[in-house]
């Protein structure tokens, strides 16, 4: 035998090793399959068609271990065009590591309640969770809850906008589409979706028919403060003339607390809140902290208040009878409504109560 006899057998080995390992590196890779199925004619036996493989190499560059490899997914396309391009978004998506199959994609309401454990750990008011949870129960859910985020795209979200305002006002709608928003942010955050295809689309505020505020049909005149004034007595008094003359919310009212209410410098400092469900934390906001003035009147009646107001131990100006917290609706039915009905109120016909009848 000669030389170059065994020169080319040894070329063949080598050829075939070579081929041994880039077989098993394929199958180390993670590989995307793409089939374009195209029917060309009707046979006896059925319908023919023609595949066109694409195999995806280069979508991972690097060998993987054993744990790592990922599954191979089929899916098939009317076009070849379509196959193409699906190819080319994967692809991207692969190399940032967002990519997830269509098949193990999450639905909206998987979405929606990983959004809404978000919002517990970051320690929102359970008021602001029940918020969120109303929407997502009444609107979102109804709406998109079985579709998986991965089919979702922006024409399916501008017709689930349009049907909010089908249904809904317009600033609630606008509301229920933030709170999507919020969601699939979570989702994109979390890998479960590739972007927000929500982003482009709103709902605009209707600048015309946003209507003002008018005293004496949605806020009372100041003739009308001067009468509820008057016509206020016991321990709805101080509370009414601290509210109008503060501008304090509800929950501010009765989360504060007589340590800081400074009846000599005149001036109140507002440090808390108490939310609708009894619970006392922080203000919403930075700006809600904030010394006020108080005037003569205001001054003079929270000290007659203070004679004889309920002691407990949390120390607010404004409990119950027991010394404890106020309940948010007593508050109101107690002080405004309390003082009105006590009068004999009489009612206008958009339902509030008639203020020049019921104080004179």
Known sequence: MTVSYFGRRLHRQVGRLLALEDAIDVACRTAVLISCVRPIGDQTAGNDEETFPVDRRQLAPSRKRDDQIAERHLQTFARKKDADDHHDKVRVDVRQGIYTPERKSITVAEAAEDWIKYVELEEHERSTIEYYRSHVDLHIRPRLGAEKLSKLTTPRIQAFRDDLLAHLSRPQARKVLTSLKSLLSDARRRGNV???????????????????????????TPDEVRRIVHAATGRARPVLITAIFTGLRNSELRGLRWDEVDLKKGKLHVRQRADRFGKIGKLKSEAGDRVIPLGPL???????????????????????????????????????????????????????????????
């Not at 972007?195 to 009372?220: E, F, M, Y």
């Open 298 to 360: 205001v001054v003079n009646t929270l000290r007659e208040w203070r004679v004889t107001c309920p002691k407990g131990e949390l120390g607010l100006t404004f409990p119950n009878g027991k010394g404890k917290l106020w309940d948010h609706v007593h508050i109101v039915t107690t002080t405004l409504c309390g003082t009105l009905w006590s009068r004999q109120a009489s009612w206008t016909p958009r339902g509030r109560p008639n203020i020049r009848a019921s104080t004179r």
């Open 194 to 220: 590739a972007q927000n295809v929500a982003l482009d689309v709103s709902v605009k505020s209707d600048k015309r028919g946003k209507v003002r505020l008018k005293a004496g049909v949605d806020i009372p």
